[in-house]
């Protein structure tokens, strides 16, 4: 049995028996039906990144196309309840004037307001400061920009992660198209100047060689403990036909650690992207990646959890590692961001080109949180090609930001949901009660299925397999207030293993996991 199998079976065994559980609910008091779409300019627009104020605000970065052509980096801002903010920038948008400045793939929303922008750009890696108004503040950089060419030539550059450190100096990572053999990283004080006392003055450049491979993969992702040591993760490509995932660690003046790992390196063996970095308050510190898994069109998100020496805890997930399998039929998705709840929770965000974007959650201990949706996973019902970025919101709500394709327009789009644990009219796990499905596990074709309902609805009952595909609908009638019972029949296709009874009202849907045995 192979890892990846081995890993499948603990995480199968693992899983409780019975749980009832809610899928994700569009939020009503959020844009229509809990989307926003928006155009800047009224050209086509592609959002990347998105960040959230404390007032509730919601900034989207990324970039849109003029009907005149070309490309221009963009930020909008929307209030909380996804009317565009008029009063940010130029009714709502701010436009870079920098015609080599293309995309905004990173927001950072600085303690006083302030907001950073970094993305791709020609020549140089750049990071844009707005004031709080959306005005560029032409008190950072050079009219408003720290510049930084990092190589020479006038090749395309893109700023892969950007991170706030406590004393507003700004630490950032980047490469230069067609130079696969050198990765760089930076720091600038907090008014956009190069920080001298960072590596070769302000500059951290890292060799392919140093980490035995051939080329680096398209990410470098960057995160500060509490230490203000500076944790590093990137994919390595060592041949045509091998990845591996390394994490280093600096110091506070950007000088490896050789303290950290094993001979100064943790390595992930087969692991194909890095997503992100999140730190723990205690130095313990979690690692998002990904594993393409070309043959089966699906990814495996794993989450690592590493202790401050870079030991892996063992204590979470499978010796130290979450897995959750996300298969999407004739498509290759790929994971964006991961996020983590203050409950300890990490939420995952991504999506494919072709398909539909998808939102995932680990619990606690590592394993896909069931009471999220089947597998752990959510795929919302209607079409947008990829979600880009995500947040949690204090309150628990959940934001997803992507675009949405209509037959004659591309639009940005925000996407938010009330959390699993959110009461109120929109939460069928709150008002149906008495839910049991028996004998569970099911051992040949037939079982029951009772409730209790304090309203008239309209009932269906969906099955779905493991990986969220729809297996049949097994009722769709009314039913009437008080105690019901159903008599349900398996479809002649399923076989061993689990399965979700998804229970849709106008109240909202919840989902009951389902064991079968034959």
């Given at each position: 049995?192979?890892?990846?199998?081995?890993?499948?079976?603990?995480?199968?065994?693992?899983?409780?028996?019975?749980?009832?559980?809610?899928?994700?609910?569009?939020?009503?008091?959020?844009?229509?039906?809990?989307?926003?779409?928006?155009?800047?300019?009224?050209?086509?627009?592609?959002?990347?990144?998105?960040?959230?104020?404390?007032?509730?605000?919601?900034?989207?970065?990324?970039?849109?196309?003029?009907?005149?052509?070309?490309?221009?980096?963009?930020?909008?801002?929307?209030?909380?309840?996804?009317?565009?903010?008029?009063?940010?920038?130029?009714?709502?948008?701010?436009?870079?004037?920098?015609?080599?400045?293309?995309?905004?793939?990173?927001?950072?929303?600085?303690?006083?307001?302030?907001?950073?922008?970094?993305?791709?750009?020609?020549?140089?890696?750049?990071?844009?400061?707005?004031?709080?108004?959306?005005?560029?503040?032409?008190?950072?950089?050079?009219?408003?920009?720290?510049?930084?060419?990092?190589?020479?030539?006038?090749?395309?550059?893109?700023t892969l992660d950007m991170n706030l450190q406590p004393d507003g100096k700004i630490l950032f990572s980047c490469w230069m198209f067609f130079n696969g053999t050198e990765r760089a990283m930076g720091r600038l004080n907090s008014n956009g100047s190069l920080d001298q006392t960072f590596g070769a003055s302000g500059i951290v450049k890292l060799p392919v060689s140093e980490f035995g491979g051939a080329n680096f993969g398209n990410d470098f992702v960057l995160n500060i403990n509490a230490e203000n040591q500076i944790l590093a993760a990137i994919s390595i490509e060592v041949d045509a036909s091998n990845r591996h995932l390394s994490i280093v660690q600096f110091d506070e003046d950007g000088n490896r650690l050789g303290s950290f790992g094993e001979n100064g390196m943790v390595i992930i063996p087969t692991a194909s992207e890095v997503t992100d970095i999140i730190p723990l308050p205690?130095?313990?510190?979690?690692?998002?990646?990904?594993?393409?898994?070309?043959?089966?069109?699906?990814?495996?998100?794993?989450?690592?959890?590493?202790?401050?020496?870079?030991?892996?805890?063992?204590?979470?997930?499978?010796?130290?590692?979450?897995?959750?399998?996300?298969?999407?039929?004739?498509?290759?998705?790929?994971?964006?961001?991961?996020?983590?709840?203050?409950d300890g929770k990490i939420v995952v965000f991504g999506g494919n080109f072709q398909g539909t974007g998808f939102i995932g959650r680990y619990d606690a201990q590592g394993f896909p949180d069931q009471g999220f949706g089947p597998a752990g996973l959510y795929f919302p019902e209607d079409p947008t090609a990829l979600f880009f970025d995500g947040l949690v919101q204090p309150d628990g709500k959940i934001g997803a930001m992507g675009y949405y394709t209509s037959p004659d327009m591309i639009q940005g789009s925000f996407y938010r949901f009330l959390a699993p644990s959110s009461s109120g009219t929109a939460d069928a796990g709150q008002v149906i009660k008495a839910l049991n499905v028996y004998p569970n596990p099911i051992n040949g074709r037939l079982f029951s299925f009772a409730y209790e309902l304090p309203f008239a609805t309209q009932i269906e009952l969906e099955l779905i397999d493991s990986q969220g595909r729809s297996i049949g609908v097994l009722l769709n009638a009314e039913r009437a207030v008080g105690k019901n019972e159903e008599s349900l029949v398996l479809p002649a296709n399923v076989g061993q293993g689990i399965y979700f009874l998804k229970m849709k009202t106008n109240k909202g849907n919840t989902m009951i996991k389902l064991f079968v045995l034959s």
């Amino acid at each position: 049995m192979n890892q990846r199998n081995f890993l499948f079976s603990l995480l199968f065994l693992t899983w409780s028996s019975v749980l009832v559980s809610q899928t994700l609910i569009p939020d009503p008091a959020f844009g229509v039906n809990g989307k926003i779409n928006f155009q800047v300019s009224l050209g086509q627009s592609i959002t990347w990144c998105t960040a959230l104020q404390p007032d509730g605000k919601i900034l989207a970065g990324g970039y849109y196309v003029p009907p005149q052509g070309g490309v221009r980096a963009c930020v909008v801002r929307h209030n909380s309840d996804g009317a565009l903010d008029t009063t940010f920038g130029n009714g709502g948008e701010w436009i870079s004037n920098d015609l080599q400045f293309g995309l905004v793939s990173k927001i950072i929303v600085q303690p006083d307001g302030k907001i950073l922008v970094t993305g791709r750009s020609k020549g140089a890696c750049k990071i844009f400061r707005l004031k709080a108004n959306g005005t560029t503040d032409f008190s950072f950089g050079s009219f408003g920009a720290a510049s930084v060419p990092v190589w020479t030539g006038t090749d395309t550059r893109t700023t892969l992660d950007m991170n706030l450190q406590p004393d507003g100096k700004i630490l950032f990572s980047c490469w230069m198209f067609f130079n696969g053999t050198e990765r760089a990283m930076g720091r600038l004080n907090s008014n956009g100047s190069l920080d001298q006392t960072f590596g070769a003055s302000g500059i951290v450049k890292l060799p392919v060689s140093e980490f035995g491979g051939a080329n680096f993969g398209n990410d470098f992702v960057l995160n500060i403990n509490a230490e203000n040591q500076i944790l590093a993760a990137i994919s390595i490509e060592v041949d045509a036909s091998n990845r591996h995932l390394s994490i280093v660690q600096f110091d506070e003046d950007g000088n490896r650690l050789g303290s950290f790992g094993e001979n100064g390196m943790v390595i992930i063996p087969t692991a194909s992207e890095v997503t992100d970095i999140i730190p723990l308050p205690g130095n313990d510190f979690f690692v998002a990646t990904q594993i393409n898994l070309w043959d089966e069109n699906a990814i495996e998100v794993s989450i690592f959890k590493y202790h401050p020496n870079g030991e892996a805890d063992e204590t979470y997930g499978v010796q130290g590692r979450g897995v959750m399998f996300v298969i999407r039929p004739n498509t290759m998705s790929s994971i964006r961001r991961a996020v983590l709840q203050p409950d300890g929770k990490i939420v995952v965000f991504g999506g494919n080109f072709q398909g539909t974007g998808f939102i995932g959650r680990y619990d606690a201990q590592g394993f896909p949180d069931q009471g999220f949706g089947p597998a752990g996973l959510y795929f919302p019902e209607d079409p947008t090609a990829l979600f880009f970025d995500g947040l949690v919101q204090p309150d628990g709500k959940i934001g997803a930001m992507g675009y949405y394709t209509s037959p004659d327009m591309i639009q940005g789009s925000f996407y938010r949901f009330l959390a699993p644990s959110s009461s109120g009219t929109a939460d069928a796990g709150q008002v149906i009660k008495a839910l049991n499905v028996y004998p569970n596990p099911i051992n040949g074709r037939l079982f029951s299925f009772a409730y209790e309902l304090p309203f008239a609805t309209q009932i269906e009952l969906e099955l779905i397999d493991s990986q969220g595909r729809s297996i049949g609908v097994l009722l769709n009638a009314e039913r009437a207030v008080g105690k019901n019972e159903e008599s349900l029949v398996l479809p002649a296709n399923v076989g061993q293993g689990i399965y979700f009874l998804k229970m849709k009202t106008n109240k909202g849907n919840t989902m009951i996991k389902l064991f079968v045995l034959s």
